[in-house]
């Protein structure tokens, strides 16, 4: 069984920052892109930044310039450190992994998601 676990997210002013972190854990092969979407109220989840296996990395052209995604592969941990926080920035996010894993004798991949974490930016 394979679990992301977030934490980071919290209640932040305009122009503040945030650091999110999501933990993969379980019985895990290797993990190839990890990343952060969002979901606003009433909109459709979208991709924040994610971040391949090898440090190559891409973002939403509304995030650019403020946040920054990392990996620590050793720890099978994503961060998304978050500044200059804007009101539109407000979301659940959810953490989101491609991770292979070994089943029935072959390796498989699939998508986890994590359970997702409450960010509100104040104006």
């Known amino acids: 069984q394979v679990q992301l676990v977030e934490s980071g997210g919290g209640l932040v002013q305009a122009g503040g920052s945030l650091r999110l972190s999501c933990a993969a854990s379980?019985?895990?092969?290797?993990?190839?892109?990890m990343g952060w979407y969002r979901q606003a109220p009433g909109k459709q989840r979208e991709l924040v930044a994610r971040?391949?296996?090898?440090?190559?990395?891409n973002y939403a052209d509304s995030v650019k310039g403020r946040f920054t995604i990392s990996r620590d592969n050793a720890k099978n941990t994503v961060y998304l450190q978050m500044n200059s926080l804007k009101p539109e920035d407000t979301g659940v996010y959810y953490c989101?992994?491609?991770?292979?894993?070994?089943?029935?004798?072959?390796?498989?991949?699939?998508?986890?998601w994590g359970q997702g974490t409450q960010v509100t930016v104040s104006s």
């Open positions: 989101n992994a491609a991770i292979q894993v070994v089943q029935f004798g072959s390796v498989s991949e699939y998508d986890f």
């Open positions: 971040i391949f296996s090898g440090g190559s990395t």
């Open positions: 379980g019985r895990i092969l290797s993990i190839n892109a």
